[in-house]
């Protein structure tokens, strides 16, 4: 359900400093929640994104190992702080800094995934994170199997997070 012909247009969206997005989704990805904001930066309406993998807003120039992180960290039952590109409905883009973590049942079971995102901080995004998400894309898309891509770019970013001595956590929080 994402634009009908997968358009990207290049144009960013912002949204406020003092705005959350918030959505909620059950185990394997689908959305349970979504709130004003997520609906009005994304360009949809709420009965459009409800049942829907949240992936339907997924940018194509993100680098998949960023999202294999992510589910790796959740199956941990562990919280992640990511810089993501999402697609708008439209076209458009917007980046945040998410923070997902797991939701979990009263017998400490996962039951589904939420997910507050905030406004990320435009010199970190220009000079640290485009360019590394680029490399990474770069990586992915050097490989003719896109699991031997994402793989590689896995193993590039961990690489970069050993050099620097840190988890990956540490690093999105670092800089």
């Not at 959740?74 to 923070?99: I, P, S, T």
């Amino acid at each position: 359900m994402t634009n009908a012909n997968n358009i990207l247009t290049g144009e960013e969206r912002t949204f406020g400093d003092d705005e959350i997005i918030v959505s909620k989704t059950d185990l394997k990805g689908r959305i349970t929640y979504a709130n004003k904001i997520f609906l009005d930066v994304a360009g949809y309406i709420l009965p459009e994104v409800m049942g829907q993998p949240h992936s339907m807003i997924r940018h194509p120039d993100m680098p998949r190992c960023v999202f294999k992180l992510l589910w790796d960290t959740m199956a941990q039952k562990k919280e992640l702080f990511a810089y993501v590109m999402n697609r708008c409905k439209n076209g458009d883009h917007y980046w945040v800094l998410a923070h997902v973590t797991p939701s979990f049942d009263v017998s400490g079971n996962i039951v589904g995934y939420h997910s507050n995102r905030r406004v990320p901080k435009r010199d970190t995004l220009d000079n640290i994170i485009i360019p590394l998400y680029a490399q990474l894309l770069q990586i992915e898309q050097s490989h003719q199997n896109r699991k031997e891509g994402m793989e590689a770019s896995t193993q590039h970013l961990m690489g970069i997070l050993n050099e620097k001595g840190v988890a990956y956590d540490e690093f999105i929080l670092s800089i």
